[in-house]
Structure formats: structure tokens, C-alpha cells
């Protein structure tokens, strides 16, 4: 017996209730009503006689049936979606949204100046970049790719590294330093005020960590202040609150100018550069294949000689 059309469609709606954890959020993206998404999950609860959210007055996540049902049908859905995506290279204009999910600093740096450029020349091709300090499923969120630091990218994704390793300098102000002294090592951070990320995947602090000689010293130090964003955190330390550490080229104009003091400086780590990851078994789309060949062009221009 063929399933009718209302189970595709109310299918579909529970998955990205399911997906987003909340019935206003998968109204906001089907641009309908609350009412109308959980009439729809209803319904199709009815017609399989199953309870497949768990609702509660802060969340909504699936059951045991109901992720029985995403496991299996949610792939399904979601190569429906790509190849309708895929159509797109019928039309001579590439077009279609990309979305990557990426943290402030590679979007500021990279991706945005990589990629503005292509806006311009390419109407037709949307950009959405997404913010988050999650090591997320990027195939689960329905990203096309994401931009993390080398060491944390997946071996199963394709990597494309789009930026130059960087130091990562630990800083305070001039005022923090005459109220509160030098630290001589890291260790010494304990003793002091320290301005750290909230980490929102685990809930935990994102460590310092320094490396001399070979040796590296991780550092968790009792925290002053804790934000969830990068340019909240600067603020904090140009205001004197504490220190920590940031990517040279966001505080070396500021030391430069002496806003900052560069703190423990015997004892600066390097990172991995960025690199932009993606599903090996995904076809790229023309629109994607654009966003990969600004982003290889944009990472060749900033690292040739000048």
C-alpha cells in the first residue's frame, strides 16, 4: 500500500522538530505556524499508534521510536534534498544556498573576505555562515562543509586547509599587569585572573595551553570572567579584567599600539590552520565548487611572498 502524502510531509516536519529540539524553531524554518508543526507531529504519532517526541515544557527530543524513525528515514530525506540541489546544474547561472557552520575567528579572517567576492559575482549563489563552538555533525545539521583548526577535523571528511598556522599569544592589559605582576610561567596563571571560553559541546572551559622545547603545559585556571564569543572575551581583557590567549592577528595591532602586553611570551604555542571539511560521498555542487575555488584562490593570495 503506497504511503500517502500527508505521512511524507508530516515525515519530514517531525525531523527537523527532532533536528532543532523545538516546535517554534521548525515553524520558524518552514515559515508556518506552531500549531501547524504539532498538528502535523501529531497526527502522524496517531496514524503509527507510536510516541515519537518526548515533550517537555523546555525541549522536545525523540523517542526511542521517533529516533528509530530519523535513523532510518532522515538519510533518505536528506539525499531526496541533494539530489534536487544537484538540479541546479541544468541552469548555465550556478545557483543555491552553502552553508557552513565555522567559529569567529576563521569567518572574520577567511571565510568572509574569501567570499564576499563571490556574492558579488554570482547572484544567484547564497551564503550562510554559522557560528558555533560545537564540534558539531555537519551532515546531521545540514551544513555543506565546516571550518575548524586542523586537529579537530573528522579523518572520514575531505580537508582543504584554507589558512597559515598561527601563535596563539597570551595577553592582558597594562593595568591588569601593574595591579597584578608578570607571570613567569604558566603555572603562575593560577594565581591570577583569567578570562576564559565557555566550551558549549561539553559545558567545560577551554583550557591554555603553552608549549617550550618540546614540552607542552596544559593550564586550567579558576576563571574571572566567561564568555561564549571571542570579541566579548578581548573586551574583557582591554578593560584590565584578566588574561588568556588569543590568535596573534587579532592582538598583535593591540600590542603593537600598547593596549595589550604579550604575557609569557618563551612559552607561545602554534595552531594548526583552519580547514574547511566536507563529506567525502558528497557530490559538490556548482555553487559549492565556486565557494572552494574562492576559498584555495583567497588562501594562495595570502600567503604569496610580497
Not at 505521512?7 to 521548525?26: H, M, P, Q
Not at 515553524?27 to 496517531?46: H, P
Not at 517526541?53 to 528509530?68: D, H, I, K, M, N
Request: net charge neutral.
Amino acid at each position: 500500500m503506497p504511503m500517502p502524502k500527508d505521512n511524507l510531509t508530516d515525515i519530514r516536519t517531525f525531523i527537523v522538530v527532532a533536528r532543532e529540539g523545538s516546535f517554534t524553531k521548525a515553524a520558524a524554518k518552514y515559515g508556518v505556524s506552531q500549531s501547524a508543526v504539532s498538528y502535523s507531529v501529531r497526527m502522524l504519532e496517531e496514524r503509527l499508534g507510536l510516541r515519537l517526541l518526548a515533550r517537555t515544557t523546555r525541549s522536545v527530543s525523540p523517542t526511542e521510536a521517533g529516533q528509530r524513525l530519523i535513523d532510518r528515514l532522515a538519510p533518505i530525506f536528506a539525499k531526496f534534498d541533494d539530489e534536487l540541489i544537484a538540479m541546479t546544474e541544468l541552469r548555465q547561472q550556478p545557483a543555491g544556498t552553502v552553508r557552513i557552520s565555522s567559529v569567529e575567528h576563521a569567518s572574520e579572517t577567511i571565510l568572509w573576505p574569501a567570499l564576499r567576492p563571490v556574492m558579488e559575482a554570482f547572484p544567484d549563489i547564497n551564503i550562510e555562515i554559522n557560528n558555533d563552538y560545537r564540534l558539531i555533525d555537519i551532515v546531521a545539521g545540514r551544513f555543506d562543509a565546516g571550518v575548524r583548526l586542523g586537529e579537530q577535523v573528522a579523518q572520514d571528511m575531505i580537508a582543504l586547509r584554507i589558512g597559515p598556522d598561527h601563535s596563539q599569544i597570551t595577553v592582558a592589559s597594562p593595568a591588569y599587569i601593574g595591579r597584578k605582576g608578570m607571570p613567569g610561567l604558566p603555572h603562575d596563571l593560577m594565581d591570577h585572573d583569567c578570562v576564559l571560553l565557555r566550551l558549549p559541546t561539553s559545558g567545560g572551559l577551554y583550557p591554555l595551553t603553552y608549549a617550550k622545547g618540546g614540552e607542552e603545559v596544559i593550564v586550567r585556571p579558576n576563571a574571572r570572567a566567561i564568555f561564549n564569543t571571542v570579541p566579548m572575551m578581548l573586551n574583557s581583557v582591554l578593560d584590565g579584567i584578566g588574561t588568556t590567549a588569543f590568535p596573534d592577528d587579532i592582538v598583535a595591532p593591540l600590542i603593537a599600539e600598547g593596549r595589550l602586553v604579550q604575557v609569557l611570551a618563551d612559552w607561545t604555542p602554534t595552531r594548526p590552520g583552519y580547514h574547511l571539511y566536507y563529506p567525502s560521498r558528497k557530490q559538490p555542487s556548482p555553487a559549492f565548487s565556486i565557494v572552494l575555488d574562492a576559498l584555495r584562490k583567497h588562501k594562495a593570495q595570502a600567503l604569496a611572498p610580497v
